[in-house]
């Protein structure tokens, strides 16, 4: 992999609990529990870029909303399971600070909508894709590329049927890896829903990202 800055930002946890659980109001960030809003996407703007690029040798020299979507080209996003939802989620947000996405094991759920009913009938396939191409819609102008990928039968089968739903929509998405035609590619592998896997997705993503 061409060299580059991996910066691993996490939720909001109370780290000297022993057993954190959502119980006790101490996991949040993504609007899905109450009392707790979902601003990260406006942290990730306005405190962690800054923060980690203003003290490196990297593309963004201006950290004003206009500086760093200028230099978006230089940047990705990604993240899994839950951070995949988040992934989603910012997306839709700040599609503008960010050209590489990387949603890996969990399919595409709004703020709100809970994990672990992400079957329901309230959120479909065609309303995932409507939250999706908001941002796309907005700014034509923009090129993207979506790298999701995601495990076998058992690993979150929703991303499965959705990313077939996305592939689906040629008016909006490009499926393949030519990064001069294309603008999304999904793989599944046999991984169980486990983490450490997390290094083969990024593996695979390699030859796009920054190209």
């Not at 949040?28 to 979902?38: C, E, L, N, Q, V």
Request: aromatic share 16%.
């Amino acid at each position: 992999m061409d060299p580059c800055i991996i910066v691993c930002p996490t939720y909001y946890l109370d780290i000297d609990k022993d057993d954190v659980t959502v119980e006790e109001g101490v996991i949040a960030g993504d609007g899905r529990y109450d009392g707790i809003p979902a601003m990260y996407h406006e942290e990730v703007v306005k405190d962690l870029i800054p923060a980690v690029e203003s003290q490196l040798n990297v593309y963004c020299t201006d950290f004003s909303p206009e500086g760093i979507k200028a230099t978006r080209d230089h940047r990705a996003w990604g993240g899994f399971s839950r951070g995949s939802a988040c992934t989603w989620y910012l997306f839709n947000h700040d599609f503008e600070y960010f050209t590489y996405w990387l949603p890996t094991s969990c399919n595409c759920l709004p703020e709100g909508v809970e994990l672990g009913k992400t079957g329901d009938s309230e959120w479909t396939d065609a309303m995932a894709f409507e939250y999706v191409t908001e941002p796309i819609k907005a700014h034509p102008e923009l090129d993207f590329f979506i790298i999701a990928q995601s495990g076998d039968e058992t690993d979150i089968p929703q991303m499965r049927t959705q990313m077939k739903y996305f592939i689906e929509q040629p008016d909006m998405f490009s499926y393949g890896l030519d990064r001069q035609e294309n603008n999304f590619y999904y793989t599944c592998s046999d991984f169980k829903h486990v983490m450490q896997y997390m290094a083969y997705y990024l593996y695979t993503a390699k030859d796009i990202l920054f190209k």
